[in-house]
């Protein structure tokens, strides 16, 4: 019976050794405040065009009168949650962001792709703010039918290449792609052709095709690229003050891959500023400071290694927004010291 017992010992330490080798590739890949040289002060006079960032893509821009949202991901279920159970929003969470945010001054929701992590919170908002539009592909107006409150008014097929006036705003949709697929994330180009019912699995959020927008606001441009993908020369002949820019998985990433992103994006668009966004764990939630993805997903200081280096070698400024705090873009072109 030795034999028997010396098996269960090597399996109970194999398990360990995969418990421990989890719990590792789980955990942050390095600290947000390794990074403090590129975050802004807060508590700053936020008078102007200011962001606020929710983590992933989840952007507010508010000019003090109306507001643009991009995409819609506040709810931020656990990992356990997302991969054990069908998925929806935190209502509780949304009524408070409402009013604290006062987003029934919200004009349009512009959703770059459907992943639940863009899109979650966009038939539940739609109910909550009956003046605000949704903007997207097919399957992401399938996303919000989820819910049968929504209007048909507040439904905006996509239309890339227009101009549409949403308030102040001025916004373009661009088409784009997105991140490369892993072995998750492997749906690209497929679309949801019928209304979601919610709850539902993470998996049946198609991705329906990925959108870049471009939003004009009193002489600024600003492009929000959400995924770390492009189209090779889409944006040859944009210029922007300020770029959103996608960086999740960069560094998981080929160094052709890595180089040819930057190009195309940050070297074309030649922005003042870039603000790296899709960088932090959005299975913590949104009540706890940012976290860099974990291990397992991507080497988050890498990713922002690569574009701090491009960036400054241009002459760009880095800015990391790390909490839902409002930051005045236009003090982006001030001091090089905040
Ligand atoms: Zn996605
Ligand atoms: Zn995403």
């Known amino acids: 019976m030795k034999w028997i017992k010396g098996i269960l010992l090597g399996l109970v330490i194999l398990l360990l050794l995969i418990a421990g080798m989890l719990a590792y590739l789980l955990q942050a890949s390095g600290k947000v405040s390794d990074f ?64 604290c945010h006062e987003l029934s001054r919200t004009q349009a929701i512009l959703v770059s792709h459907s992943h639940y992590d863009h899109v979650l919170d966009v038939p539940a908002l739609l109910e909550m703010l009956p003046e605000t539009a949704v903007v997207g592909s097919p399957s992401t107006l399938n996303i919000a039918r989820a819910n049968p409150k929504v209007t048909p008014q507040q439904l905006q097929p996509i239309k890339p290449g227009q101009v549409q006036q949403w308030g102040n705003f001025q916004i373009t949709a661009l088409r784009s792609q997105h991140t490369p697929p892993t072995a998750v994330n492997d749906d690209l180009g497929e679309k949801l052709l019928q209304p979601l019912t919610l709850p539902a699995k993470f998996s049946e959020f198609k991705e329906g095709g990925s959108f ?18 492009f189209i090779p020369e889409q944006l040859q002949h944009l210029e922007v003050d300020i770029l959103f820019l996608g960086i999740a998985q960069l560094s998981r990433q080929s160094a ?74 236009n003090s982006a072109f001030a001091s090089q010291s905040d």
């Open 36 to 99: 403090k040289a590129w975050q802004p002060q807060t508590g700053i006079s936020v008078h102007g065009l200011t962001v606020n960032f929710f983590g992933v893509s989840t952007l507010l821009l508010d000019d003090g009168h109306d507001q643009i949202l991009i995409d819609g991901f506040f709810s931020r279920p656990s990992l356990r949650q997302v991969i054990t159970r069908p998925i929806q929003s935190d209502k509780l969470l949304l009524e408070q962001l409402v009013e």
């Open 212 to 229: 870049d927008y471009l939003i004009e606001h009193a002489g600024y441009k600003i492009l929000v690229k959400a995924s770390t993908g």
């Open 256 to 329: 052709a891959y890595q180089q040819q992103y930057l190009a195309e994006t940050l070297n074309l668009l030649k922005p003042k500023v870039v603000i790296p966004v899709h960088w932090d764990d959005f299975f913590q939630p949104l009540k706890q400071p940012l976290q860099f993805l974990p291990r397992l997903a991507d080497d988050t200081p890498k990713s922002l290694q690569l574009l701090i280096q491009a960036a400054e070698t241009q002459g760009t400024k880095v800015i990391l927004l790390s909490g839902p705090q409002p930051y005045l873009l």
